[in-house]
């Protein structure tokens, strides 16, 4: 399997320029966000441009914390000036699984997008479309035939998660009006 054809994990986006040197923001899924500097290089895919829809291979050369810790900012190889840096601006930033320090090991949300949820009475609920971070836990969002935004709380709400056949099972009961 070549590294362009290998499993991309979304770790962030570029979300705008800074300065006139090149510099892009970044906007990390990292946890902590600053952790997305650790990876390189990133693949990236933008919306427009000559490579829309393409997973170009993009080396990081710097990667820092602005002054407050309000923005990330990063410098991509062959990126000399803000006008070339505007061509990268909505770009998703991607890793390789196997950039991952366990990547067997660990679960990841990019996982569960895409599992389906059944209820402990084996009821389908729908399919994980996205998480969403609230501070006290994250929640998954399941949209289909029964829609819900259900805790990832394991062993309370969360009965069991088979990344393998993209299931899992939910202590979760369906409202009455449904």
Partial sequence: MSEASEEKLIVGQISGVFGVKGWVKIFSHTDPRENIFSYSPWWVRCPSGSHKGEWQAVTLLEGKVQQGGKA?????????????????????????????????????????????????????????????????????????????????VMDQFILSVDIEHKLIVVNWDLEEDQ
Avoid at 113 to 121: F, L, P, R, S, T
Wanted: with cysteine; charged share 25%.
């Fill in 72 to 152: 990330l900012v990063a410098l991509l190889e062959e990126v000399e000036n803000r006008d070339i840096a505007r061509e990268y601006m909505g770009c998703e930033i991607a890793i390789n699984r196997s950039q991952l320090e366990n990547p067997a090991e660990e679960m990841y949300w990019i996982d569960l997008i895409g599992c389906q949820v059944k209820n402990q009475d084996g009821v389908l609920l729908g399919e994980v479309t996205g998480l969403v971070e609230t501070g006290a836990h994250d929640v998954l969002r399941v949209e289909g035939e029964h829609p819900d935004l259900i805790p990832f």
